[in-house]
C-alpha cells in the first residue's frame, strides 16, 4: 500500500491543473495627476506613515488609537480574516490524506425459537470486538482541490485587504470627524462672543434710549441682531453634540464628551503626499483587494472545469475483529482492505457546462470591478487634489475678506459715532462680519478636510502600519 501511495504521489506533482492561470490584466495608467501640485512632496519610506501627527494634536492621535483597537467595524472585519484563514485551512486539508481510527464493541443475541434452529454447538448469543484504522485520499490529477487552495488563499487575502481598506476608511473619519468637531466648537464660541457682544451694546443702546439720545427703531434693530446672534447658539451646541456622539461611534464607545487639545487655529495642516498613479495599484487596499477577489474567481474556473474529469480516490483499512477480546489484537483477527473507487461523470445535462459559464461569467464581473476599482482610485485622488488647490484658494479669500470686514466695521463705527451715519451701516458690517468669521473657520475646516481626502484616496504604507496597531491593541471578542 505504501507503493500506491507513493505512485499516487508521484503522479499528483507530474499532473496539469485545468482552467486558467492567474495573469495580472494590463492597465492604463495616467502619466502623471492632472491637479499635481508643485510643492507635493515624494513618497516617503513607510517609517512616516502616521499622517494625522501632522496635525501636531495628541488628543487626535489618542482618538485614532483608541479606534484603531475598539471600533466594532473593523473588529468585525478582523474577525472575517480570521473566518477566511480557516476556510484555507480547510481547503487544503484536502490535498492531504485523511486518517480515521475507530473501535467497536457489540454483543447479538439469536432467538432460539425461529423457524430455523440453530444447529448443535453453535452459540445464541455473541460477542464481537474491532480496532480499525481507515484512510482516503482524493488523488488530484486535475487539479481541483490544488485550485480550491488557491482560491481559498485569494479569498483570504481579500478579506485582509477589506480589513486594511476598513482602517483607511476609520482613520480618516475620525480624522475628519475631530477636525469638523474643532470647527464646530470655534463656530460657537463665535456664535458666543457675538453674542456677548452684542448683548453689551445693547445694554449701551437700552441706556441711551432711556436718557433720549437714540430712536426706538435704533434701539429695536440692535436688539434683533442680538436675538439672531442667540438664535445660532443652540444650533452649534446641537451640532457639536452630535458631532461627539458620531465620533464615539467610530471609537467604539456609547455617547459623551470628548477631551480636546489644540484649537481649529492651532491645527496645523498636514503636508501633501506625492507619488505616481501607477503607485496607487500597490497603495490602495481596496485596489488589492479586488484584485484578489479577482484571483479567486479565476481559480473558480478550474474548480469547475475539473468536474468534467475522473474523481479518483485512494480508500484503505486496516485493523483487526474477534468475538474475544483477549483475541483482538493477534494475527488470525487481522483484516485489512484497499479500494481505487472512480467516479466519471457520463451525462449531466449540461450542468457541469452551465457551472464553468457560470465561473467565466463571475471571472468577467471580477475583472470589470477591479478595473472599476483602479479608476475610482484615480478619480478620487484626482477629486482630492483639485479639493484641496481650491480650499486654498478660498481660504486666502475668506482671509482676506474677513480682515476687510473689520476694517469696514471699526470705519462704519466711527462714522456713527461721529454722526456721519445711521446705525444700519454698523449693523450691517456687524451682520457681514459674523457671517465672514463663521466662513472663514468653515474653510480652515474644508482645507483640513481636503487633505485628510487626498490621504484617503493615495492610501500608503501607513494603512498596514496602521492595521498592525489594531491588531496588537484591539479587543475583540
Known amino acids: 500500500m505504501r507503493r500506491l501511495i507513493l505512485c499516487a504521489a508521484g503522479a499528483i506533482l507530474a499532473g496539469c491543473m485545468v482552467g486558467p492561470d492567474y495573469r495580472r490584466p494590463r492597465t492604463d495608467s495616467p502619466a502623471g495627476w492632472r491637479a499635481a501640485t508643485p510643492d507635493a512632496r515624494e513618497v516617503l519610506p513607510a517609517v512616516e506613515v502616521r499622517w494625522w501627527e501632522q496635525f501636531g494634536d495628541p488628543v487626535l492621535n489618542d482618538l485614532v488609537a483608541t479606534a484603531l483597537g475598539e471600533n466594532k467595524e473593523l473588529q468585525l472585519a478582523a474577525l472575517r ?124 443702546f437700552e441706556q441711551r434710549y432711556r436718557g433720549g439720545v437714540i430712536s426706538e427703531m435704533e434701539l429695536t434693530q440692535t436688539k434683533i441682531l442680538y436675538e439672531d446672534s442667540l438664535a445660532s447658539i443652540p444650533q452649534f451646541e446641537k451640532a457639536v453634540a452630535q458631532q461627539e456622539n458620531g465620533l464615539n461611534l467610530l471609537l467604539g464607545r456609547n455617547p459623551g464628551p470628548l477631551p480636546r487639545s489644540r484649537t481649529m487655529d492651532q491645527l496645523l495642516a ?50 483487526s475483529a474477534s468475538a474475544e477480546l483477549t483475541d483482538l489484537f493477534t494475527g488470525p483477527a487481522r483484516i485489512w482492505s484497499v479500494s481505487v473507487p472512480v467516479s466519471v461523470p457520463i451525462f449531466t445535462a449540461g450542468k457541469i457546462a ?43 479669500v475668506r482671509r482676506t ?32 462680519l459674523f457671517s465672514a468669521q463663521l466662513s472663514y473657520v468653515q474653510g480652515q475646516a474644508a482645507l483640513l478636510q481636503a487633505l485628510i481626502n487626498l490621504y484617503k484616496a493615495m492610501g500608503g504604507g501607513w494603512v498596514g502600519d496602521a492595521a498592525g496597531s489594531a491588531v496588537r491593541t484591539g479587543a475583540a471578542p
Open 81 to 204: 480574516v480570521e473566518e477566511f484563514a480557516a476556510r484555507y485551512g480547510i481547503a487544503r486539508a484536502d490535498l492531504y490524506p485523511q486518517v480515521g481510527a475507530g473501535a467497536g464493541y457489540a454483543h447479538q443475541k439469536s432467538t432460539e425459537r425461529g423457524g430455523n434452529p440453530l444447529p448443535a454447538g453453535y452459540k445464541s448469543s455473541l460477542d464481537s470486538f474491532s480496532a480499525t484504522l481507515n484512510a482516503s485520499w482524493e488523488l488530484d490529477f486535475w487539479g481541483r482541490i490544488r485550485r480550491s487552495g488557491e482560491a481559498a488563499r485569494a479569498q483570504l487575502l481579500a478579506t485582509e485587504e477589506g480589513r486594511q481598506a476598513v482602517v483607511l476608511s476609520l482613520v480618516s473619519s475620525v480624522a475628519a470627524a475631530y477636525v469638523n468637531l474643532r470647527n464646530l466648537d470655534r463656530q460657537l464660541e463665535i456664535s458666543r462672543q457675538t453674542a456677548d457682544s452684542r448683548r453689551k451694546t445693547l445694554e449701551m
Open 270 to 319: 498636514p503636508s501633501i503626499p506625492g507619488g505616481i498613479p501607477s503607485e496607487l495599484l500597490t497603495r490602495r487596499p481596496d485596489i488589492r483587494q479586488a484584485e484578489q477577489t479577482l484571483i479567486a474567481a479565476n481559480a473558480q474556473i478550474g474548480i469547475a472545469r475539473a468536474a468534467y474529469f475522473p474523481t479518483i480516490s485512494l480508500t484503505g483499512m486496516f485493523g
Open 354 to 396: 452551465a457551472t464553468v459559464s457560470v465561473s467565466e461569467s463571475q471571472r468577467d464581473q471580477a475583472l470589470i470591478s477591479y478595473q472599476k476599482a483602479i479608476q475610482d482610485a484615480f478619480r478620487e485622488v484626482e477629486d482630492a487634489l483639485v479639493e484641496q488647490g481650491t480650499a486654498r484658494q478660498q481660504l486666502a
Open 401 to 432: 475678506q474677513r480682515e476687510d470686514l473689520e476694517k469696514y466695521l471699526r470705519l462704519a463705527t466711527a462714522r456713527y459715532d461721529n454722526g456721519y451715519s445711521s446705525y444700519l451701516e454698523v449693523l450691517d458690517a456687524e451682520r457681514n
